[in-house]
């Protein structure tokens, strides 16, 4: 729940953009092919996307970084197949190894992928990569072929349309990145790629090598909410060789006198950027959330699921039967969060009472919300279990959200649960740092584990550390090479 107060609303469920069929020139292509958008539509589309980006997952707090991808997006979108598109490249606030664009030029890259990145090359490579999606209107290809689809809650489907709005407000926007490209879409922007690190002088091979790190990585499904980048970009099949031989062609047909790479200048750019998550946006010990920046402490049950946003905590068993959401709300007193909260998620009131919790002022109410199941027709009831609380004219949230049916067997799991919030206090769980890529010289001639010795980077690192080189440790290296370690 990193930045919570900076980027919490509750929104409007997001409304899909009315279209009608119509024949476009794909611009790469140059063929004439089925698009349900004009490029009007596609622009304003990013534009609707790009603050719900920023609010799931935040900007990386990094000006020099921002700039400097920024000013190679302008650069490569000049020469790009749509050289009067308006391109933004941004750093998004996540550990998770990705890179995605959506329609009408916004490119996000997560600092994950910038902390696995070994040289300028390589960059390059990722963001042309992104911009071929975008100049060959690949997602918007795929938006036309299928509607966006109402995205899970982490324990499972929530029937009330209205909860599942709440509860997935902060993924909203993530929705174009469930839309997997095809392989032939994967190749065409391999390809685009290539030309554009090519058309500006960088050594395109670099990006070859880099899809080769990521092949090798351990690419989970989805983490933290954001997918990996080989979850939403298929691997079309011998994707090394071939981008190889299309960087020997581009190169043999510009015949420059030297190729960027540009490894130096790129690790000092990263040089101290967070590895990994970052626990001052909040973080897990046990079954206890802490949140050092904003200073409280949680529980949640045992065995449940936990998934922190920007804007709100997940909670949630295995079988979806419940789900709890801890947030923020921006109104001025603790009355007024409650009732514009009720009336927000359209809830009837059946109780209401003051409280404290653990010396906090707070109401607790008791709600419920009829909808009708859109399969069978049939009514169904939720009841939700409230806390708002006022810690020191801040207002927090939870909600308990169940069957009626269940609601008895879960109000006292939900109760101890929201109770257990309080004041953080103790120094040690306040002053917790995060890992940092840092970027130091080798100072004698030998292997890659030798320089990790010199450094004392534990064992158990060696391995990940090597990866995050894309070296072996067995790989020579002279006195001066930079290379990455992780520390604080």
Not at 387 to 403: E, K, L, Q, R
């Amino acid at each position: 729940m990193k930045r919570l107060k900076v980027f919490l609303q509750v929104a409007s469920f997001f409304a899909i953009i009315l279209v009608v069929f119509s024949c476009a020139i794909n611009p790469v292509t140059g063929k004439r092919q089925i698009m349900l958008m004009s490029e009007a539509q596609e622009v304003a589309m990013g534009q609707e996307y790009d603050p719900q980006v920023i609010a799931t997952f935040g900007i990386y707090d990094n000006a020099a970084l921002q700039n400097f991808v920024q000013s190679k997006g302008i650069e490569l979108g000049k020469i790009s197949h749509r050289p009067n598109l308006q391109y933004y490249v941004k750093v998004l606030d996540s550990p998770v190894v990705n890179a995605f664009a959506v329609p009408g030029g916004y490119i996000y890259l997560t600092r994950g992928i910038l902390a696995q990145l070994n040289n300028e090359a390589e960059l390059i490579g990722v963001i042309g990569h992104e911009m071929g999606h975008i100049t060959a209107r690949h997602s918007v290809s795929q938006q036309s072929k299928q509607q966006l689809g109402q995205l899970l809650l982490i324990g499972g489907m929530i029937a009330s349309e209205k909860f599942a709005q709440y509860a997935e407000y902060a993924l909203q926007g993530m929705q174009l990145l469930f839309l997997k490209f095809s392989r032939d879409d994967e190749r065409e922007a391999d390809r685009l790629g290539v030309q554009y690190s090519s058309l500006i002088s960088y050594d395109a091979h670099k990006m070859a090598d880099f899809f080769q790190v990521l092949n090798k990585m351990n690419m989970a499904s989805s983490e933290g909410g954001v997918p990996t980048f080989l979850s939403t970009h298929p691997d079309p099949g011998d994707r090394y060789n071939t981008v190889h031989q299309l960087a020997t062609q581009w190169q043999d047909s510009l015949k420059l006198a030297s190729w960027k790479v540009n490894a130096n200048s790129y690790l000092q750019l990263v040089n101290g950027i967070v590895y990994g998550e970052d626990p001052r946006q909040g973080y897990v010990e046990g079954n206890i959330f802490y949140h050092p920046e904003l200073k409280f402490r949680f529980t949640f049950p045992t065995g449940w699921k936990l998934e922190n946003l920007p804007t709100q905590v997940n909670m949630a068993p295995q079988d979806g039967k419940a789900l709890m959401i801890f947030t923020l709300s921006s109104q001025k007193s603790l009355q007024e969060a409650a009732q514009a909260t009720i009336k927000e998620l359209n809830l009837t009131l059946v109780e209401s009472r003051n409280t404290t919790v653990n010396g906090m002022p707070g109401i607790t109410t008791i709600s419920k919300q009829v909808s009708q199941d859109q399969t069978t027709g049939q009514k169904q009831t939720l009841m939700v279990l409230s806390y708002f609380i006022d810690y020191n004219s801040t207002f927090y949230v939870f909600h308990g959200v169940t069957s009626e049916a269940d609601f008895n067997s879960y109000l006292k799991v939900f109760e101890s649960n929201m109770m257990s919030f309080s004041k953080l206090t103790d120094a040690s769980k306040i002053n917790v740092k995060p890992k940092r890529v840092l970027i130091k010289s080798v100072q004698r001639a030998g292997t890659l584990a030798d320089a990790f010795n010199y450094y004392q980077v534990p064992e158990k690192m060696r391995a990940e550390l090597a990866l995050l080189n894309n070296m072996e440790l067995t790989d020579k290296v002279t006195t001066g090479k930079l290379i990455k370690i992780i520390g604080e």
